[in-house]
C-alpha cells in the first residue's frame, strides 16, 4: 500500500512547500504584531495599512497590484498572503525561491548513488511527492522514468568495475579470494566472492568483487567453477 494511502493524503489537503513554510513562519508574524521584527518572507510583497482593528486583524495590501486583504495575523497566518505571491501579475519576483541551474547529469548520478546504497527501487524517482520535493528545491529539475535510473545505476556499476580491476593489477602482493553462500527469503541461493588484500600504504582491504545468483542452493549447480572466471577477469 502507498505511503499517501495509509496517510490519506488527498491532494486538497497536501500543502505545497511554499506553503509550509509560510504556517512554519505564523509564530514569528504573530510577534511582529507585537512589535517585533516581521520573518515571513511574504512582507517583502505586502505591507500593512492602518491601525489593527478591534477583533484583532489587520488590512494588508500587496505592494505591487494594490489588492487589500483584511486577516488576522494572529489567528491566521501569512498562508493566503503567500498564495497571492504566487498569482500576482504585477509581481517582479516570482514567488518560487532563485534557485542556480543545476547539472542534471551530475543530480541524476547522485541519485543512482543513493539508489544503490540504500537499497531503494528504482521507481524511487517516480514517487510524486518526491518529485514534488525536488521541484520545490529547484524547478528546472527534470524528472526521468525508472528505466533510466536502472541504466544509471548500470552504468555506475560497470565504471566501478573497471576502477576496482584496475586496482587489483596495481596491487604489489597477493589476493586472497573468499566466498560465501546464503539464501534469500525468496528461496533463491546466492554466491558472493570476496577479495582481501594489502595495498601500498599496508591497508587491510576487503572488496566484493562479484556475485551469482542459483535457483536453489541444493541443487547440483552450486559449483566453485566460476571462480576461474573471475580470478582471470582480476
Known sequence: ????????????????????MDQNSAGNDDEAVGGKRRTSR?????????DKYPDGSNDVQCKFCKL??????RRNGTTGLLRHMKVCSLNPVPGTPSTRNIDQIVFREMIAVA???????YSFVEYRRIREAWHYLNPSVKFWCRNTAASDCLKIYEREKLKLRQKLK???GRICLTA???RALTVEGYLCLT????????TLICTRNWL??????????????PLEEVGEEV
Open 1 to 20: 500500500m502507498d505511503n499517501e494511502d495509509t496517510l490519506n493524503l488527498n491532494d486538497e489537503d497536501y500543502m505545497s512547500g511554499d506553503e509550509l
Open 42 to 50: 511574504c512582507w517583502k510583497h505586502f505591507s500593512i495599512i492602518g
Open 68 to 73: 487589500n486583504y483584511q486577516i488576522n495575523l
Open 115 to 121: 539508489l544503490i546504497e540504500h537499497n531503494l527501487p
Open 170 to 172: 596495481e596491487i604489489p
Open 180 to 182: 560465501d553462500l546464503w
Open 195 to 202: 577479495a582481501h588484500y594489502i595495498d601500498r600504504d599496508w
Open 212 to 225: 551469482r545468483g542459483f535457483e536453489s542452493l541444493d541443487s547440483d549447480e552450486v559449483n566453485f567453477e
